[in-house]
């Protein structure tokens, strides 16, 4: 399976802290793109990172890219308790027509 | 910015039946869209590619015959549940794209549909 994989599966902090999630996947991609879901709602789009990208930032959140070790990691700093969803990772792979492969996704609870 | 929206939310429908939700893309045209199948607290599967104008791209293991997606306009594509049973019932997603779709184009995904077959 070409499916990426987050890790942990499932995430419990305390607000202010940071969440790192992580995303492995197992065959060259065009680009990475995180994404977030509120329980029984659609996807937001959080950030894109292009395989030649290193690391993205966007507000809170920070991306990082090794195509080495076909890996992402996404880092939320100072959590807030609105942050508690869901977030997938999902992979352009090459060859695949631009379809995007989501991974299982990291089920993150942010305590107040 | 771009919206995507579906309809109905939520719907039920009985065993037999067919049932079809709408995915539409509301401020931009969309050549692809892209249907997905999600249950509970799991990923997103690709059910298949909606190309304006031309047959739908299935994935492996999607039956065709039972969901049929229809392209017919740059803003619309439909996902028709035929003879639904309870096993078809799960969240159904649709993404859209902008015109000239490429990789690295963001990709924006409706609302979703829930589909409960009783």
């Known amino acids: 399976s070409q499916q990426g994989e987050e890790d942990p599966q499932a995430l419990s902090i305390q607000e202010g802290e940071n969440a790192t999630m992580n995303c492995s996947y197992k065959t060259s991609i065009n680009n990475l793109q995180w994404y977030r879901q509120n329980s029984g709602r659609g996807l937001v789009h959080l950030i894109l990172i292009r395989s030649n990208e290193r690391e993205k930032h966007s507000g809170r959140l920070r991306v990082t890219l090794d195509t080495s070790k076909k890996s992402s990691s996404l880092l939320i700093t100072a959590s807030r308790a609105a942050d508690t969803a869901s977030y997938f990772c999902?992979?352009?792979?090459?060859?695949?027509?631009?379809?995007?492969?989501f991974g299982k996704g990291t089920l993150l609870t942010v305590n107040p | 910015g771009a919206v995507v929206s579906q309809h109905p939310s939520r719907v039920i429908c009985k065993s037999g039946t067919s049932v079809k939700i709408e995915c539409r893309s509301l401020?931009?045209?969309?050549?692809?869209m892209f249907w997905y199948r999600q249950f509970p607290k799991k990923s997103l599967m690709l059910m298949a590619t909606s190309n304006e104008g031309s047959k739908a791209t299935y994935e492996q293991g999607v039956e065709k015959d039972k969901f049929l997606i229809n392209h017919a306009s740059l803003t619309l594509s439909t996902l028709t549940v035929t003879s639904a049973h309870p096993e078809d019932s799960s969240f159904y997603i649709c993404?859209?794209?902008?015109?000239?779709?490429?990789?690295?184009?963001?990709?924006?995904f409706g609302e979703g549909s829930w589909l409960t077959v009783v």
């Open positions: 401020d931009f045209q969309a050549t692809t």
């Open positions: 993404s859209a794209t902008l015109k000239g779709w490429s990789s690295g184009n963001t990709i924006y």
């Open positions: 999902a992979t352009d792979f090459v060859g695949s027509n631009y379809k995007l492969t």
